[in-house]
């Protein structure tokens, strides 16, 4: 089979290429999230979740071509798993090889698919930083198979709280929470740039995780030096329909508190 035109972009989204001021050049792979290609590639999506995906955000909330894309990626990792594997390892050497030890790689951008999985990959390049983000809690005894594979759980209206919060104690993890600052009078979510973040959540301090997608690097950057910690998101604008659904679900949380 001829090879997909390829399965992993380097810095290739307004948030993944911020890494670059502090010296992180990430791959990242996207696919169609959730059920959208027949194969749920999102385990534990909330209602919430699903409703506001970043899946219809930046570029993708318009052009097409970027949907059939990730619709084509899924359906290659699904049916043609073999060549997949094997076309990942060659753009993960090539991606080494110009950015050397700068390199970071993210192998779910919107999905949630077990790292073990990638077993054999992980593996091979043990040199390289492989991270990632869950709602799926029992991931965490990845962490002990893999040192080169750091975690950031993912709050949802759907998980239990405190379970998530013990896991986040126990493992040492941030929690990765979309805080929406709205607007009073037009009820709309602010721009980024303008959106606020609030300095604590549910006694948990918060860290501004926008600046850049590097959450392995949290802790060198300002959030705390150990024990869980929120890594806050500014909610996107988007249409006012996915924001009210996404308020509504209570998956946004309100930044203001009320």
């Not at 970071?104 to 790292?115: E, V, Y």
């Not at 941030?174 to 006694?203: M, Q, Y």
Request: proline residues 3%.
């Amino acid at each position: 089979m001829k090879e997909f035109s390829y399965i992993l972009g380097v810095n290739s989204s307004s948030k993944i290429v911020k890494g670059t001021k502090i010296d992180v050049n990430t791959g990242i792979i996207y696919l169609s999230p959730h059920s959208s290609s027949g194969k749920n590639v999102c385990p534990r999506a909330s209602a919430g979740c699903i409703a506001t995906c970043l899946h219809h955000g930046g570029r993708a909330a318009f052009d097409t071509k970027i949907h059939r894309a990730r619709l084509a990626r899924t359906n290659y990792f699904y049916t043609h798993r073999q060549e997949f594997m094997s076309q990942l390892r060659k753009e993960i050497a090539a991606a080494y090889k110009k950015h050397g030890d700068t390199l970071a790689i993210r192998l779910n951008g919107t999905s949630d698919l077990s790292l073990a999985l990638f077993a054999d990959i992980l593996e091979e390049f043990s040199h390289i930083q492989f991270y990632d983000y869950t709602k799926v809690l029992n991931r965490v005894h990845l962490l002990e198979r893999f040192p080169n594979y750091h975690l950031t759980l993912s709050y949802s209206e759907e998980l239990d709280w405190q379970e998530l919060v013990s896991t986040a104690e126990k493992y040492n993890l941030g929690i990765a929470v979309p805080f929406a600052d709205v607007h009073p009078s037009t009820g709309r979510v602010r721009p980024s740039k303008t959106a606020r973040l609030p300095l604590e959540w549910r006694g948990l301090p918060v860290f501004d995780a926008d600046e850049t997608d590097a959450r392995f690097l949290d802790r060198e950057l300002g959030a705390p030096k150990k024990g869980a910690y929120i890594a806050g998101l500014r909610v996107k604008r988007t249409t006012r329909e996915r924001e009210s659904l996404g308020l509504t679900t209570k998956f946004f949380v309100d930044a203001t508190g009320h």
